[in-house]
């Protein structure tokens, strides 16, 4: 079955019904008309599997993916012309260029948290690049998953766009299958899983991971604001966030201040019983449930800690001097919980960060510049936010992604055009001024070396057609004054 959905869409991409721009633009038109007449529906789905709420579905996900479509319709022209390069002097007559092409057939692997966003972004990209497209929803938020397979070939070209459902099975037999890149969103373990399966035909890889991203909050801070930020990108979609600040680390001089500045805002958020509120979210099912319960062991608990089976419901938790051996401090939480570790000031803090795998994402609450900048120069993430969490994720223009166990490649906007296109180098020469080739040509000599030397090194001018043309003149003089040397002979 896999099989068969694979190769016929290649066939229809090879027949190059995706090449023109027009198409493209089509498809993302059908596409924004999904999610806003659909939107209803798929309100729904995310009310059934994650208990998330009409304005919140809209905030964290439907928002991201117009803007992204919005984005691609209006500049892809730009993203798909001809890149022009410096030339040297050897090339000072020729085309130079880069040319991006379609890949040929991707397939996109989403994630249950943000079941609509983290698939249909990288499809917004795969189809301003000119791409065909195979989409694996993950099967844990089913009713997500159940819709994506029934809308989207009443939207898009069914011969280019298919959705395959289904759990490990049907996910182990697609990665089978040869494709031209993998875009996988989830947890490093399943990442390098797909990793090793894309190895075997030498498929490049997008892999969107994760990991445990620290928030240093420093004394030097407004501490209500950032508690207040915080608190938000924490317990948004109930800790299952990618980005979510998974930790803070702090001075033991302020925690309790940083404890009940976050009971302040909580309060504000979801009033007294957070279980209650429309604004928060569930746990996707009962296995994480209890998985992300365990990690309260050994803990002590400074808010929050209730929890209901029967409804996937953990309260937003504040966990005060967490030890760094602590079993919460070993793995990526994914819900409710923030652990407070102490640290005995900003070098430290820098040594805690870096011993451990390099995050998706780093947070830093400071007023003093010198923490920024020490912050930022000593640290590798795979996106900084100063004074905030999660919003360098809402700026198109930057490039999403991880580095090292949190992932590699990038995208949103343009980079996810560039990193589902192939950059295609071309030189395209006349048959004029051969006698400048000599360089290049038996039998070599010293003076041909030079020769080829100076035309390689030398950069050509690219600031005005005036540059350009007297280099023309000066080759043509070379020339001649090569043709003459030669008669004279």
């Known amino acids: 079955m896999e099989k068969q959905v694979v190769d016929g869409l290649r066939e229809v991409f090879q027949s190059g019904r995706s090449k023109p721009l027009q198409y493209r633009k089509q498809q993302l038109r059908a596409l924004h008309r999904l999610i806003t007449e659909r939107q209803a529906d798929i309100e729904q789905a995310l009310k059934q599997d994650l208990n998330r709420n009409t304005y919140n579905t809209s905030l964290f996900e439907l928002i991201s993916i117009e803007n992204d479509i919005k984005s691609a319709e ?8 001809p890149r022009s390069v410096k030339k040297n002097l050897n090339s000072a007559l020729d085309d130079v260029y880069i040319k991006p092409e379609p890949l040929g057939v991707v397939l996109i692997i ?52 298919q959705v395959v459902t289904g759990g490990v099975p049907e996910t182990q037999e697609l990665l089978k299958q040869r494709f031209d890149h993998i875009f996988y969103t989830g947890s490093s373990t399943v990442g390098k899983l ?18 445990k991203s620290p928030c240093y909050v420093d004394k030097n801070c407004d501490i209500a604001v950032a508690c207040r930020r915080i608190t938000w990108g924490k317990f948004a979609n109930c800790g299952q966030t990618c980005i979510a600040p998974d930790y803070i680390l702090c001075e033991p001089s302020i925690q309790d201040r940083i404890v009940e500045e976050i ?45 209901d089976c029967s409804q ?59 923490v920024i900048k020490r912050m930022l120069t000593e640290t590798s993430s795979g996106g900084v936010t100063v004074n905030d969490v999660l919003m360098h994720y809402t700026i198109d223009t930057l490039p999403f992604g991880g580095v090292g166990n949190s992932g590699m490649g990038r995208y949103h906007g343009r980079h996810t055009f560039d990193q589902l296109s192939h950059h295609r180098a071309c030189l ?47 080759l043509l003089a070379i020339g001649l004054l090569v043709a003459l040397i030669v008669v004279l002979i």
């Open 74 to 81: 209006r500049d892809m022209a730009d993203w798909a012309a």
């Open 110 to 161: 989403g994630t249950w948290n943000y079941p609509w966003a983290m698939i249909l972004q990288p499809l917004v990209g795969a189809i301003a690049a000119g791409n065909a497209a195979v989409l694996k929803p993950s099967e844990l938020s089913e009713h997500s998953a159940r819709l994506v397979k029934e809308l989207l070939p009443l939207y898009l070209d069914k011969d280019m766009y």
């Open 194 to 211: 797909v990793m090793e399966a894309a190895a075997r035909h030498l498929t490049p890889v997008t892999l969107e991971l994760g990991g």
């Open 263 to 307: 009971q302040k805002t909580l309060l504000e958020f979801y009033q007294k019983d957070p279980k209650s509120s429309p604004d928060y979210c569930r746990i996707i099912n009962t296995r994480h449930f209890d998985r992300v319960l365990a990690l309260m062991n050994e803990c002590t608990i400074a808010l929050g800690g209730e929890s």
């Open 312 to 370: 996937c419901y953990i309260a937003p938790t504040v966990l005060k001097d967490v030890l760094p051996h602590f079993k919460i401090m070993q793995e990526e939480i994914f819900g409710p919980l923030l652990p407070i570790v102490t640290v005995n000031g900003l070098s430290e803090a820098i040594n805690f960060i870096n011993a451990r795998e390099k995050p998706l994402a780093l947070y830093v609450f400071s007023s003093d510049k010198t």
């Open 428 to 474: 395209i020469k006349s048959f004029a001024m051969e006698s400048l080739n000599d360089a290049r040509y038996p039998p070599l000599t010293a003076a041909r070396l030079s020769k080829a030397k100076f035309f390689t090194q030398h950069r050509l001018c690219s600031c005005s057609g005036i540059c350009v043309w007297a280099v023309i003149a000066t």
